[in-house]
Protein backbone atom coordinates (compact mmCIF):
# COMPACT_ATOMS: atom_id res chain seq x y z
CA UNK A 1 0.00 0.00 0.00
CA UNK A 2 0.86 3.36 -0.46
CA UNK A 3 2.25 5.55 2.29
CA UNK A 4 0.56 9.10 2.94
CA UNK A 5 1.55 11.99 4.52
CA UNK A 6 -1.43 13.27 6.97
CA UNK A 7 -1.13 16.97 8.71
CA UNK A 8 -2.61 16.95 12.12
CA UNK A 9 -4.70 20.73 11.93
CA UNK A 10 -4.72 20.53 15.97
CA UNK A 11 -0.83 20.63 16.57
CA UNK A 12 0.52 20.91 13.42
CA UNK A 13 2.36 17.27 13.88
CA UNK A 14 2.99 16.08 10.23
CA UNK A 15 2.94 11.93 10.07
CA UNK A 16 3.02 9.21 7.20
CA UNK A 17 -0.06 6.53 7.10
CA UNK A 18 0.28 3.07 5.56
CA UNK A 19 -3.41 3.12 3.64
CA UNK A 20 -4.87 2.25 0.50
CA UNK A 21 -5.60 4.93 -2.51
CA UNK A 22 -9.19 5.03 -1.85
CA UNK A 23 -9.05 5.43 1.64
CA UNK A 24 -10.22 8.74 2.23
CA UNK A 25 -11.28 8.47 5.98
CA UNK A 26 -9.33 11.07 8.20
CA UNK A 27 -6.59 9.27 10.72
CA UNK A 28 -5.93 10.10 14.01
CA UNK A 29 -2.76 12.14 14.83
CA UNK A 30 -0.19 9.94 16.62
CA UNK A 31 1.22 13.46 18.31
CA UNK A 32 -2.56 14.84 20.45
CA UNK A 33 -4.63 12.15 19.50
CA UNK A 34 -6.94 14.53 17.62
CA UNK A 35 -9.20 12.42 15.38
CA UNK A 36 -8.84 14.24 11.89
CA UNK A 37 -5.54 14.72 10.56
CA UNK A 38 -5.62 15.24 6.87
CA UNK A 39 -4.14 13.97 4.36
CA UNK A 40 -1.45 16.09 2.29
CA UNK A 41 -1.94 16.10 -1.58
CA UNK A 42 1.04 13.96 -2.44
CA UNK A 43 2.56 15.79 -5.79
CA UNK A 44 5.47 17.47 -3.52
CA UNK A 45 6.90 13.87 -2.80
CA UNK A 46 6.78 13.38 -6.54
CA UNK A 47 10.60 12.66 -6.91
CA UNK A 48 11.68 14.58 -4.31
CA UNK A 49 14.46 13.06 -1.74
CA UNK A 50 15.07 14.70 1.71
CA UNK A 51 13.11 18.15 2.70
CA UNK A 52 13.90 19.94 -0.24
CA UNK A 53 10.31 20.72 -1.23
CA UNK A 54 8.87 24.09 -0.56
CA UNK A 55 5.37 22.32 0.78
CA UNK A 56 6.97 19.92 3.48
CA UNK A 57 9.89 23.06 4.44
CA UNK A 58 6.95 24.86 5.21
CA UNK A 59 5.13 22.17 7.19
CA UNK A 60 8.14 21.37 8.80
CA UNK A 61 8.98 24.76 9.69
CA UNK A 62 5.31 25.74 11.27
CA UNK A 63 4.76 22.43 13.19
CA UNK A 64 5.71 22.90 16.92
CA UNK A 65 7.12 20.50 18.64
CA UNK A 66 4.71 17.11 19.95
CA UNK A 67 2.85 18.05 23.06
CA UNK A 68 1.02 14.54 24.42
CA UNK A 69 -2.25 15.82 26.31
CA UNK A 70 -1.28 14.82 29.95
CA UNK A 71 -3.60 11.61 30.35
CA UNK A 72 -3.21 10.11 27.12
CA UNK A 73 -1.05 7.00 26.58
ZN1 LIG B 1 -1.92 16.42 16.55
Redesign the pocket.
Known sequence: MPIFEYS?P????IFEELTSASDQSPKT?P????PK?VKILSATRMGASGNSSPAFARAAASTPGCAPRNGFS
Open positions: CACGHCCCAFA
